[in-house]
């Protein structure tokens, strides 16, 4: 650790709960409470490591405003979230570039601003929570005034439960499309894997649509070669079905019988070479190896999730009813899963085909 991070608010792990440390941390004790409220509530390790970064950054700032938990106002963080914005990260694109949409690209985007504006907002929950004294600070939600646009389409409207609550303090974000690989670029990308572990790794995350960190927690046991079924557990530790590809199958069963080495280790993938050798592979291990196939195979877009998009849209190409893809790709909310039947192009063509000819047969 560098002797200026030693010199600032840190967070640090101790028997894996996670805690402040540094200068001034002895007057944000709450946030070492609210992180081991969210172990206690069985919280994925990340969300709560992720929280915990985002609340060292504004630990970091209320100690450079002056300012303690106590003395936050909703005044305050309005003044948070315009230090938010105005914030500028060193090593990214000057400030003279900008997006197609014209947004800086040297500055946070709007998805890590709401995030932590999340887990500032559980913060002061938390607190009111323990000692109701102590109201919190956060605006309360308003409900929507509007549908969202599946709903409002007509295509979710059987889904409609309540309104879904709006943050007064969360920033508008870009809702971007997924981008698929073409059918040419995954062929490249495939073709330049090697080993039935890569293969097999690849082969999850496009003939299943698992995501990365899916893949790597597979045990042995959650893959049924004979019944040809996965066990996945996805996101909120959600369990969930897949039905394994035949073909991906025997790749599975060759790397089974060829390539995993012996290891006490029940999880499915394991590093096979230098000195981690049987232990599992890591998520940097896993964007090691798409970042060099990358490279090899000159498909620049081919990172883990491209895969899993690409599997989405083929679903939606395909027709597939829309129920049955949010529980084949583990989405929670079905308006996720519907950014998919939008963006399939062979349906949008034939759609377009067809009403061009109708407009055609009237004229």
């Not at 990214?92 to 709007?110: M, T």
């Not at 308003?142 to 409002?152: F, M, S």
């Not at 698929?180 to 990308?189: D, I, K, M, T």
């Amino acid at each position: 650790m560098s002797t200026d991070n030693r010199d600032r608010l840190r967070l640090e792990q101790d028997g894996g709960r996670w805690y402040l440390a540094g200068p001034g941390a002895d007057g944000l004790r709450v946030i070492d409470e609210y992180l081991g409220y969210l172990a206690d509530r069985n919280y994925s390790p990340k969300t709560v490591r992720a929280y915990g970064f985002d609340l060292v950054m504004f630990g970091r700032w209320l100690l450079g405003e002056g300012f303690g938990v106590d003395d936050v106002t909703t005044s305050v963080l309005l003044r948070f979230l315009a230090a938010c914005r105005a914030a500028r990260l060193p090593g990214r694109p000057g400030p003279n570039v900008v997006d197609l949409a014209g947004r800086r690209l040297d500055g946070y985007a709007a998805a890590t601003v709401n995030r932590r504006l999340v887990a500032v907002s559980g913060l002061f929950a938390f607190r009111a929570m323990r000692d109701p004294a102590l109201p919190s600070p956060v605006p309360k939600v308003r409900e929507a005034q509007r549908l969202v646009p599946g709903e409002k389409t007509g295509l979710l409207a059987h889904l409609v439960r309540k309104p879904r609550p709006r943050s007064a303090l969360r920033l508008r974000e870009p809702r971007r499309l997924p981008r698929p690989l073409a059918v040419s670029e995954a062929a490249r990308l495939l073709a330049s894997l090697r080993t039935w572990r890569d293969r097999a790794i690849a082969g999850l995350m496009l003939y299943c649509g698992l995501r990365s960190c899916e893949v790597l927690a597979l045990d042995v046991a959650d893959v049924d070669i004979g019944r040809g079924w996965i066990r996945v557990w996805g996101k909120g530790a959600k369990e969930r079905a897949v039905p394994l590809d035949s073909d991906l199958a025997r790749v599975i069963q060759g790397y089974l019988l060829a390539e995993r080495p012996e290891s006490g280790s029940a999880r499915l993938f394991l590093v096979a070479k230098g000195p981690h050798r049987g232990q599992p592979l890591t998520p940097a291990g896993l964007r090691t190896i798409f970042r060099y196939h990358r490279q090899l195979s000159g498909v620049t877009a081919g990172h883990p999730h491209a895969l899993r998009h690409s599997f989405g849209t083929a679903l939606a190409e395909a027709g597939v009813d829309l129920s049955v893809m949010q529980a084949l790709l583990g989405h929670t909310h079905v308006d996720t899963t519907a950014r998919y039947i939008h963006l399939a192009p062979k349906r949008v063509k034939e759609e377009f085909d067809a009403a061009r000819a109708r407009i055609r047969r009237q004229v």
